[in-house]
């Protein structure tokens, strides 16, 4: 009798948790599921649903601005990912090293510490072609970095990569002190210095938090919208409008919240192929 | 076994409790009921309303203390608290989504003319048909803002003041230009004066001419489509199509492409006229709000130095703009409808309502303040544009108000901007777009 109770106790003491997690995560997903499989707007929402099958989904492969939304997507997450990672990454090994990191570590943490909606208005501000003070005072020629097409997505980037990149530097850095300091003297005394050292002893060691890192800035920048809701509201002519942005307007804006939710199944499908994609990579 | 069972007591235990407090948190009213204050005091029952606006907050601060003291006045015997809250335009209409959504209780919200069908549709907004005609609606508002609070024959909202959209710009500049502001009333003129104004603009380090880009190059397109006759959309016998197919909404489509050939800019990151304020751009187009991107030292000379004027039109016909502006409505679960309803008539009382006008230069709906002297000259004194103003009240023309007129005006977006990156002729792009607008009725 003892032995069963001592193997009922420790999940009788995770079923409070597991309440919590039911009811906060996995019941919304299904509810979410649920809305998408019905016809549901802003207009029949207190009225009775009726069954819509996969007519949203049908709707989404048929509606050519959900797939540019996807473009969109890829060319941000692409951009921002990369550029977080490289500059966070590189910081994080500076400091790891450098004798003045506790002066600058605050310094570059202080993006992170903004909200991102005021990211999204200062870096609005910045770039405006006007009365931004990047072409009003550094550049003293005016660049349309928030109103031409061709350079609004690269803009955005550059404002979350400013915003994000602490979050890398730091998770990095972390991952830089877990390596054992005698196996990076044995490899020092056996030639490996500078790049090398970095490329085959310390880049090995770290890979799991690389990719772990990887798939949670990645998984936050494919469902960002807010900073790019603030800074162009996907315009000019849809050229940063994301997928997750497309996600809000339908809901929010034309109030077709089964298209939303359709999207957001979508958006989550794709996340998890990522992270799939990045463990792979990383074993 | 003791043990179990002692787990299983404490966990049904817990069950029961929550229970009982859920069941007790049901009873419990979740907004302040009229409560009586002891017999030996004046019979004043408190009453709280919940209200939610869109920002700015400061002209609900003074529209609502006024109209506080106003009520006070009319029903002495009602201890009433107004508790508000403001949003951001697009989040007030996600909050509307929200707490449509969720039958959230409320008592007024503020609603954009543009959404009052969606969330009829939705039974979140009360018919106030008996109130409203009681009140003396079709009497006291301009007849298209009396339309603009019908939605399917009924009534469910006061159209609480419009703005208009107008044209400014620098008297000083236009000088060095060599352009009369006279120059540009008409469409052929202020084409030819476009790339004066942008070379005398470029030399001072100005912009020349902006007309806004996203989001809302459709709103100011309007103007033009109906100084060429068009509409945006006619009624039919399933529902509704577009009335832009035509001659005029090509016309007007083109007036982008000619605009930008001309060289107007179309800023695509729009912060409502401080760009004009701020001495950037020498003609803006803006709403009749510009004037109050001005501090209070540059508004009291500001005649001298700035000009505004209705849209230009094509020669002979007359030049049109939109109405914009805020409707109150009381949501469906008011607890307290009537007094909603009678607060909201306190805030459109001429004597609470004009003094806020005239503060932030916003249009009356209401005849009675826009003509009445005893009104109209505080909107005179305080507002250094009133006769433009005037005249835009009444060649105003307000949007659709349907549950579809955001796709509506999303599609209209799409075509235009690919007029104005000259991604496609103004031809295709009406005829594009009225193919999309006119699916949305068949299904």
């Known amino acids: 009798m003892a032995r069963l109770n001592e193997s009922i106790t420790p999940y009788l003491l995770l079923l409070p948790s597991f309440f919590v997690l039911f009811g906060l995560m996995i019941v919304p997903m299904i509810w979410n599921v649920y809305i998408a499989l019905h016809d549901v707007s802003i207009t029949n929402i207190a009225k009775s649903w009726k069954f819509a099958g996969l007519s949203n989904f049908r709707y989404l492969v048929n509606d050519e601005w959900f797939w540019n939304s996807l473009l969109v997507s890829a060319k941000f997450v692409g951009a921002c990912v990369a550029g977080q990672f490289l500059i966070g990454f590189s910081l994080a090994y500076l400091l790891s090293k450098e004798r003045w990191s506790n002066l600058f570590r605050p310094v570059f943490i202080l993006p992170w510490f903004m909200s991102i909606i005021v990211t999204g208005y200062s870096w609005e501000m910045l770039f405006h072609t006007r009365l931004g003070f990047i072409n009003n005072y550094l550049l003293h020629f005016r660049i349309p970095w928030l109103e031409d097409p061709d350079i609004a997505i690269w803009s955005v980037a550059i404002a979350n990569v400013w915003w994000g990149t602490a979050f890398t530097m730091l998770f990095m850095e972390t991952s830089l002190t877990s390596i054992n300091p005698e196996i990076l003297d044995a490899a020092e005394v056996d030639g490996a210095t500078g790049l090398k050292k970095l490329r085959y002893v310390i880049i090995p060691l770290i890979k799991p938090f690389i990719a772990v890192n990887l798939i949670l800035i990645t998984m936050w920048t494919v469902n960002l919208f807010d900073l790019i809701l603030v800074m162009t509201g996907g315009g000019p002519l849809y050229s940063t409008r994301t997928t997750s942005l497309y996600m809000y307007q339908q809901a929010f804006n034309f109030g077709e919240i089964s298209l939303g939710s359709a999207v957001g199944i979508v958006l989550l499908a794709l996340n998890l192929v990522l992270a799939y994609a990045y463990l792979r990579a990383s074993r | ?443």
Not at chain 2, 5 to 25: D, I, N, P, Q
Not at chain 2, 86 to 102: C, R, S
Not at chain 2, 304 to 326: D, H, Y
């Open chain 2, 1 to 443: 076994m003791a043990e179990i069972k002692k787990w299983v007591a404490f966990l049904l235990l817990g069950v029961v409790v929550a229970a009982v407090m859920g069941g007790c948190a049901q009873k419990s009213p979740t907004t302040p009921t009229p409560t009586t204050p002891p017999s030996e005091e004046p019979q004043k029952t408190k009453v709280t309303l919940t209200a939610y606006f869109a920002a700015p907050k400061d002209r609900w601060e003074a529209l609502v203390k006024a109209a506080e003291e106003k009520f006070e006045e009319e029903h002495p015997n009602i201890d009433l608290e107004i508790k508000y809250m403001v949003y951001p335009y697009g989040e007030m209409h996600k909050k509307l989504v929200t707490m449509a959504a969720a039958n959230a209780e409320a008592d007024i919200v503020s609603i954009d003319q543009i959404w009052l069908g969606e969330f009829v549709e939705a039974g979140y907004i009360k018919d106030i048909s008996n109130e409203a005609k009681a009140w003396g609606i079709e009497d006291k508002l301009y007849a298209p803002y009396v339309k603009g609070c019908m939605y399917d024959g009924n009534y469910y909202a006061v159209w609480a003041w419009t703005d208009a959209r107008l044209m400014w710009y620098r008297k000083d500049i236009l000088e060095k230009a060599n352009v009369e502001p006279g120059d540009l009333k008409t469409w052929e003129g202020f084409l030819k004066a476009v790339p004066k104004i942008k070379d005398v603009a470029e030399a001072e380090g100005m912009g020349g001419v902006a007309f806004p880009g996203a989001p809302w190059l459709v709103d100011w397109w309007y103007p033009y489509l109906f100084e060429n006759g068009g509409k945006i959309l006619v009624k039919t016998n399933g529902g509704y199509k577009a009335g832009f197919d035509n001659e005029a909404g090509i016309k007007a489509a083109n007036y982008l492409l000619e605009m930008k050939k001309a060289g107007v800019e179309f800023p695509t990151v729009w912060k409502w006229g401080e760009e004009f304020a701020g001495g950037r751009y020498v003609v803006w187009f803006g709403g009749t709000w510009v004037l109050g991107k001005f501090s209070e030292e540059e508004q009291a000379n500001i005649s001298e130095k700035i000009g505004v004027m209705m849209f230009p039109a094509p020669s002979g016909k007359e030049s049109r703009t939109l109405s914009g502006g805020w409707l109150l409505a009381i949501p469906s679960t008011s607890k307290h409808p009537d007094i909603a309803w009678e607060f909201i008539k306190c805030m459109l009382d001429p004597d609470v309502l004009t003094p806020v006008l005239a503060e932030y230069s916003y249009l009356p709906t209401q005849k009675v303040i826009a003509e009445d002297s005893a009104y109209a000259s505080q909107l005179e004194e305080e507002i250094p544009f009133w006769p433009v103003f005037r005249e835009a009240l009444t060649k105003g023309a307000a949007r659709p108000n349907m549950p579809e007129y955001p796709k509506v005006a999303e599609i209209l977006y799409e075509e235009l901007s690919k007029v104005v990156y000259e991604k496609t002729t103004p031809e295709d792009a009406v005829h594009t777009a009225a193919e999309k607008v006119n699916a949305l009725w068949q299904g």
